[in-house]
């Protein structure tokens, strides 16, 4: 695909993609030839654990055998804690600081009710009754816990229901349409109490919808933990086609691209964005490509299989770009409401939500940097209307680059400098922290497979299915079988891996090159430096909030630091670091 030299990668960037892929694909093939000899199927957990080093060293010159060249580092979740499977407090904490922290959101009505046509998709109620959650709700009813906001959702539902039939005509892959509810305790964590589990409704005498709970005997352990795996999946599948590749490569593009045509080199608007909006157009060229493609690793890997794009479509029918900043998104998610008291003039329900905590100060600071370098080049609303490169730049961003959205009536004005404010300050949110949240996490979260799947093989049998016999002969290997094969997994990291990986001359936010283009206005230098300072006071204020062991989201035993909004960062896999731009 082309793409314009001005916005190619440079040498350094090239080589540093080309050695990820050179060193996924030598840790994919030694695991590939391996078990093309012996088995590609999963017998035990020990199978999986052979696919990591048996160690981690810091050392420049670490000692490892052959083999372990080959191998992969193990994630931080595998690293901090020997469980096979998804506990229950670490499935609660990874909805709010994982590697998809943005798809929480507050129950408002229960049942929970489906918006989807119900002729075509049957009947909008959901299976979830008071009976399945009551005994744990801490001597709550469910309406007294929706008043209190305590019950939270991972509502899956509406987003794969319509795929269902598609993805499982496949023989290796199996899918539900999937809903969580999640109780906030008064330690502040999320604990799941609920799962319901939908097919499409095609036979009138069989139920669609069924619900687990955690587990009371050995056989409902290991339903929880297929449910819990089946939402993983959706999880994982909403993650990279909405999350990720929509709501930051893709819908960011129309605004990059708008600017080139109609902003001059040393337009100020320009100037301010061109860091945010650096070798995004070649990675997402290459994303087409390799990942999103027909027949790509998406489709290969993951549960939505050609439905993949379909389903991608289908969200950005609901994207608006006013919900993208961070207090607006979490005030519609229902995780936040507006109060003038608080910091950042929002209150969060969940107060230990790491994601949002961190975020918040980085919002905060970018919205003082641009409300300084907005204020000095427009400073009343005459200058904004007076610009026709400006106005047509956002012009073009809407109706030719958001063409099928173009005539919604959420699209925030251009008039004064507040709403240019608020509009740079999203887009720099989204190609910095947001995009940063959502892709440097995804090898240490999502890197060993029985924790966080990306598809599933097989369905939860119910008494009268044929395989019922063989899930209660032998669960684990039931579990085993619903997982990627081994060769599949190691695919998996290997792209995990390379997607998680900060290049050599990764740029930070609070890195601002070129400042001698502002050498005429002192004002903005100094709003540079004062946002530079900001970055290194963020930083040390996150690791003082991994330090806290009131914060169980990010602190205590086996625990990982949420560090995925710390600014800086190494070259490598770190699970940290906020580049300025969408860079890979």
Same mark, same amino acid.
């Given at each position: 695909?082309?793409?314009?030299?001005?916005?190619?990668?440079?040498?350094?960037?090239?080589?540093? =993609?080309?050695?990820?892929?050179?060193?996924?694909?030598? #840790? /994919?093939?030694?695991? &590939?030839?391996?078990?093309?000899?012996?088995?590609?199927?999963?017998?035990?957990?020990?199978?999986?654990?052979?696919?990591?080093?048996?160690?981690?060293?810091?050392?420049?010159?670490? =000692?490892?055998?052959? @083999?372990? +060249?080959?191998?992969?580092?193990?994630?931080?979740?595998?690293?901090?804690?020997?469980?096979?499977?998804?506990?229950?407090?670490?499935?609660?904490?990874?909805?709010? +600081?994982?590697?998809?922290?943005?798809?929480?959101?507050?129950?408002?009505?229960?049942?929970?009710?489906?918006?989807?046509?119900?002729?075509?998709?049957?009947?909008?109620?959901?299976?979830?009754?008071?009976?399945?959650?009551?005994?744990?709700?801490?001597?709550?009813?469910?309406?007294?816990?929706?008043?209190?906001? %305590?019950?939270?959702?991972?509502?899956?539902?509406?987003?794969?229901?319509?795929?269902?039939?598609?993805?499982?005509?496949?023989?290796?892959?199996?899918?539900?349409?999937?809903?969580?509810?999640?109780?906030?305790? *008064?330690?502040?964590?999320?604990?799941?109490?609920?799962?319901?589990?939908?097919?499409?409704?095609?036979?009138? &005498? %069989?139920?669609?919808? *069924?619900?687990?709970?955690?587990?009371?005997?050995?056989?409902?352990?290991?339903?929880? *933990?297929?449910?819990?795996?089946?939402?993983?999946? /959706?999880?994982?599948?909403?993650?990279?086609?909405?999350?990720?590749?929509?709501?930051?490569?893709?819908?960011?593009?129309?605004?990059?691209?708008?600017?080139?045509?109609?902003?001059? @080199?040393?337009?100020?608007?320009?100037?301010?964005?061109?860091?945010?909006?650096?070798?995004?157009?070649?990675?997402?060229?290459?994303?087409?490509?390799?990942?999103?493609? @027909?027949?790509?690793?998406?489709?290969?890997?993951?549960?939505?299989?050609?439905?993949?794009?379909?389903?991608?479509?289908?969200?950005? %029918?609901?994207?608006?770009?006013?919900?993208?900043?961070?207090?607006?998104?979490?005030?519609?998610?229902?995780?936040?409401?507006?109060?003038?008291?608080?910091?950042? !003039?929002?209150?969060?329900?969940?107060?230990?939500?790491?994601?949002?905590?961190?975020?918040?100060?980085?919002?905060?600071?970018?919205?003082?940097?641009?409300?300084?370098? =907005? #204020?000095?080049?427009?400073?009343?609303?005459?200058?904004?209307?007076?610009?026709?490169?400006?106005?047509?730049?956002?012009?073009?961003?809407? /109706?030719? !680059?958001?063409?099928?959205?173009?005539?919604?009536?959420?699209?925030?004005?251009?008039?004064?400098?507040?709403?240019?404010?608020?509009?740079?300050?999203?887009?720099?949110?989204?190609?910095?922290? %947001?995009?940063?949240?959502? #892709?440097?996490?995804?090898?240490?979260?999502?890197?060993?497979?029985?924790?966080?799947?990306?598809?599933?093989?097989?369905?939860?049998?119910?008494?009268?299915?044929?395989?019922? *016999? $063989?899930?209660?002969?032998?669960?684990?290997?039931?579990?085993?079988?619903?997982?990627?094969?081994?060769?599949?997994?190691?695919?998996?990291?290997?792209?995990?891996?390379?997607?998680?990986?900060?290049?050599?001359?990764?740029?930070?936010?609070?890195?601002?090159?070129?400042?001698?283009?502002?050498?005429?206005?002192?004002?903005?230098?100094? +709003?540079?430096?004062?946002?530079?300072?900001?970055?290194? @006071?963020?930083?040390?204020?996150?690791?003082?909030? /991994?330090?806290?062991?009131?914060?169980? $989201?990010?602190?205590?035993? !086996? =625990?990982?630091?949420?560090?995925?909004?710390?600014?800086?960062?190494?070259?490598?896999?770190?699970?940290? !670091?906020?580049?300025?731009?969408?860079?890979?």
């Amino acid at each position: 695909m082309y793409v314009p030299r001005d916005e190619a990668f440079g040498e350094e960037k090239k080589r540093s =993609v080309d050695a990820g892929s050179w060193k996924g694909m030598m #840790n /994919n093939l030694f695991p &590939f030839f391996k078990h093309s000899i012996e088995s590609d199927s999963v017998n035990s957990f020990a199978d999986i654990k052979k696919l990591y080093k048996e160690s981690r060293t810091h050392s420049n010159f670490p =000692v490892e055998s052959t @083999a372990d +060249a080959f191998k992969f580092d193990p994630p931080n979740i595998v690293s901090r804690d020997a469980s096979c499977c998804l506990r229950d407090d670490e499935f609660g904490r990874f909805t709010l +600081a994982g590697m998809n922290p943005i798809s929480i959101e507050r129950l408002k009505v229960f049942p929970p009710v489906s918006k989807l046509d119900p002729s075509i998709y049957g009947p909008t109620q959901s299976a979830l009754r008071e009976e399945h959650l009551i005994s744990h709700l801490e001597g709550m009813s469910v309406q007294k816990a929706i008043e209190r906001k %305590k019950l939270f959702t991972l509502d899956y539902h509406d987003a794969f229901l319509p795929f269902l039939n598609s993805i499982n005509a496949h023989p290796d892959r199996k899918a539900y349409a999937t809903r969580t509810i999640f109780l906030l305790t *008064q330690m502040g964590t999320l604990k799941p109490i609920a799962i319901e589990l939908s097919l499409p409704s095609t036979n009138p &005498f %069989k139920p669609s919808k *069924q619900v687990i709970t955690p587990p009371v005997d050995a056989t409902t352990c290991w339903q929880w *933990q297929l449910a819990k795996a089946h939402v993983c999946s /959706n999880d994982s599948g909403a993650h990279e086609l909405i999350q990720h590749w929509l709501r930051t490569h893709a819908c960011m593009e129309p605004f990059i691209i708008a600017a080139r045509r109609h902003l001059s @080199a040393m337009h100020p608007i320009l100037k301010l964005l061109h860091p945010h909006m650096r070798y995004t157009m070649d990675i997402n060229a290459r994303a087409r490509e390799l990942l999103v493609s @027909a027949g790509g690793i998406i489709e290969t890997l993951f549960s939505t299989k050609e439905c993949s794009m379909e389903i991608t479509s289908f969200a950005y %029918k609901n994207w608006r770009f006013d919900m993208e900043s961070l207090p607006a998104d979490l005030i519609r998610r229902g995780v936040a409401e507006l109060d003038p008291t608080e910091p950042h !003039g929002i209150k969060l329900l969940i107060e230990d939500y790491p994601y949002a905590n961190d975020g918040l100060l980085i919002w905060s600071a970018i919205e003082r940097l641009v409300k300084d370098y =907005v #204020n000095y080049y427009y400073p009343d609303s005459n200058s904004i209307r007076s610009d026709p490169e400006l106005n047509t730049w956002y012009y073009d961003s809407i /109706n030719v !680059g958001h063409a099928d959205l173009r005539h919604e009536s959420w699209w925030p004005n251009l008039s004064t400098p507040k709403d240019l404010v608020s509009i740079l300050t999203t887009l720099i949110w989204i190609s910095s922290a %947001k995009h940063a949240a959502l #892709n440097f996490g995804q090898y240490h979260y999502g890197g060993y497979v029985p924790v966080r799947p990306s598809y599933m093989r097989r369905l939860i049998p119910n008494e009268d299915d044929p395989e019922y *016999q $063989n899930f209660i002969s032998d669960p684990e290997g039931y579990f085993l079988s619903s997982l990627p094969s081994l060769r599949e997994m190691a695919f998996l990291m290997s792209i995990l891996e390379i997607l998680s990986t900060h290049s050599e001359d990764e740029e930070y936010l609070g890195d601002r090159k070129e400042l001698s283009t502002w050498r005429g206005s002192p004002e903005i230098i100094e +709003a540079f430096y004062r946002f530079s300072m900001e970055m290194k @006071a963020i930083e040390k204020e996150v690791e003082k909030r /991994n330090s806290d062991t009131k914060l169980r $989201n990010r602190c205590g035993a !086996g =625990v990982s630091p949420y560090q995925l909004l710390v600014p800086s960062s190494e070259p490598g896999v770190s699970c940290r !670091g906020v580049p300025n731009s969408i860079s890979i």
